[in-house]
């Protein structure tokens, strides 16, 4: 615990463009314009590669680090929070704050400094890593989608104006975020060193309750901002509402044309199936034939494949 919430380097944390390493508006524009280039670039070089470059231990290494570094980072911030809470609860028993009032809106003022602020510039600094599943999903060869690149820039600047402007919200944003990563990535390593997948789009849905938690949370603190007479960093919030809406209306709209999509292409194939069954003088589907292990990719016996996003 002490290494998690009562180190020196963690309390004596402060947010400054001159000690905090990617503190600057000029890095973070330029990062993001690198990550974009660099992932069109790769995939325009591998433009006419059909099969996937092969990757070995790769893929589940990054998913069993993103877990860790997600769990780590999950129970830093919980126990930096605790420690908050027990050191200032004095104060907030005078302006008759709770502990889930102060998690949703800082007081007017707050300084990106102390426990919870290191914790997030860890979580910040994280995102970038959370990048190189692009790179993989390219060289696997599969599609690059705008909502891939627009999701984890828009994390990345969401994550960087946290810590600019001391943005209330973030402390919950980050617990729940962690939490959902750690358990989706565990999953991915899961599956990647070999073992069976869920029966159910599992990352999907750990996405959408996500996406669900952050809603609820931004109504929160607005209603909070409103009754208690404001919230620190409410304009960054306004901000980082309007992306995180963005998000969820692009997050939806590929789920549907994906979901769609599959079954559309299930029922072709179906169709191709059985007018290849009598066109032989079948009496049934051949689980052996091209049209057969077509078919069971899209939908194996027992079991759907998630769909990586």
Request: contains cysteine.
């Amino acid at each position: 615990m002490y290494y998690l919430s009562e180190h020196p380097s963690i309390v004596n944390f402060r947010w400054n463009h001159t000690q905090s390493w990617g503190s600057t508006w000029s890095f973070l524009f330029t990062s993001i314009s690198a990550y974009i280039f660099l992932s069109l670039l790769l995939n325009l070089l591998l433009f006419n590669r059909r099969r996937p470059v092969p990757l070995g231990h790769i893929p589940a290494i990054h998913s069993l680090s993103m877990a860790l570094i997600s769990a780590t980072i999950f129970t830093g911030i919980l126990f930096s929070a605790a420690a908050e809470i027990r050191d200032t609860r004095w104060f907030w028993r005078r302006n008759k704050t709770t502990a889930f009032q102060w998690l949703l809106c800082f007081p007017l003022g707050t300084r990106p400094s102390g426990r919870v602020f290191f914790w997030s510039y860890i979580f910040y600094l994280t995102r970038f890593l959370h990048t190189l599943r692009t790179f993989i999903a390219i060289l696997r060869r599969r599609n690059l989608s705008f909502f891939r690149l627009f999701n984890h820039s828009i994390l990345i600047m969401m994550s960087f104006i946290w810590l600019e402007y001391s943005q209330s919200f973030q402390i919950l944003a980050i617990l729940f975020t962690t939490s959902i990563y750690s358990v989706v990535y565990g999953y991915r390593f899961w599956t990647a060193i070999g073992f069976r997948s869920a029966c159910f789009p599992f990352v999907i849905n750990c996405q959408m309750l996500l996406l669900g938690c952050n809603v609820l949370c931004h109504i929160g603190v607005l209603l909070l901002h409103l009754m208690k007479g404001g919230c620190n960093g409410i304009g960054a919030w306004g901000f980082n509402s309007v992306f995180n809406f963005a998000i969820l209306f692009l997050f939806l709209n590929f789920y549907v044309k994906s979901h769609l999509g599959k079954k559309k292409k299930k029922k072709m194939m179906m169709m191709m199936m059985m007018k290849s069954s009598s066109e032989y003088g079948g009496d049934g589907f051949n689980l052996d034939s091209d049209y057969g292990v077509a078919i069971m990719e899209l939908n194996p016996i027992g079991c759907t494949k998630n769909k990586d996003i």
